[in-house]
């Protein structure tokens, strides 16, 4: 099969090396990609979002299937382009239509959707920019600490957890002032649930789904998870703390009501989803749906996915995955990502980056990086997941960390404790 994959990040470098090593994939296009998604395939200068020449070079280039990393062409409609014209139409896309990817594409409509389905999630309510005054007035009422969210896409930065009523009506007001561009034209103020988060992600065909092994991210850019959101600085898999029984709930009041949902309201979804969850004394509940693989979280969910991935993205196509058994690596996975400094605010690009050569068994995924001149260059605020593989996560991240040191760029940071809360468990 000849495969284009779209995107940029860790995600898709880490989509890159596993669907390379299919005998099923003849071609691998990657557009735009970066320094390393070229090393398993053909970088191609396309924009995502511009969808026409993504249609055009399908077209002229003989792709059979067509995998969508990152959130924002799914959300703005990438499915539903392909459905519109006749000669695009027999193409597979992996990734849900317009109308499955508001799951991600805002946050008010997925607690709705959770709502109607009876799926556990925190208590909330919605504001916009004409209901400033009510909602102040409904903040200085709530306990603390409280939860709020931009509505739409706001790269994993749109959210923020007010510690006083002060700093809460602040940050409303910034968000309805356009902090978040359009994206905070709507804000949802959330009640705050205390407990461990964990990822869970699902690969459905509209029918059935598919579980992939679970992780668990850190998104504070600060050691002890403090500081500012980021993209996340790194992650684990599997979760300790996520056993049998924790499973079984997760699946059946979750997963199972998600999928069911979206087939109820005949919603076209053949793709992942992101299940952003956490534990409330023993009970799970959605913190939030993501209509695609997380990242860091797919740097260590894919390196323990035994399965051949594009046989496995073809049955979810072709609506067979129910004929699939998903095959799992019992050893761990860690990954740290280096960012660069500054990061998430402001940062510097075209760093040199040494040490690539150093990373011993391991991987180091790229995100953040550029080819120039034979060189390695920073291309972004999070630069390059160090990815390990052991029989526990204390030797894993023992791996990572020792790669994460031999990986040197100027203004290089990466948080050392990635992990450490796991290894206690």
Known sequence: MNILLLGSGGREHTFAWKLSQSKRCTQLFIAPGNAGTAAHGQNVALDPLDFASVGQFVLQSGIDLVLVGPEEPLVRGIWDYFQEHEKLKQIPVIGPSKAGAVLEGSKAWSKKFMERHQIPTAAYREFTAAQVEEGVQYLAQHPLPIVL???????????????NH????TEFRAMLDGKFGTAGERVVVEAFLSGIEFSVFVLTDGKTYKILPEAKDYKRIGEGDTGPNTGGMGAVSPVPFVDETMWEKVEQRIIAPTVKGLRKEKIVYKGFIFFGLIEVNGEPFVIEYNCRMGDPETEVVLPRL????????????????????????????????LVSGGYPDQYEKGKTITGLEQVKSGFAFHAGTRGQDGKVL??????????SLAKDITSALRKSRRNAKAVQFEGKYYRRDIGKDLERM
């Open 149 to 163: 969210k931009a509505d739409g896409l706001a790269a994993g930065k749109g959210v923020v957890i007010a510690m």
């Open 166 to 169: 002060r700093d809460a009506e």
């Open 306 to 337: 035994k399965n051949d991935l594009v046989q496995l993205l073809d049955n979810c196509a072709k609506g067979t995955l129910g004929r699939v058994r998903i095959r799992t690596d019992k050893k761990t996975a860690t990954t740290i990502f």
């Open 378 to 387: 920073t291309n972004g605020g999070r630069v390059i997941a160090l990815t």
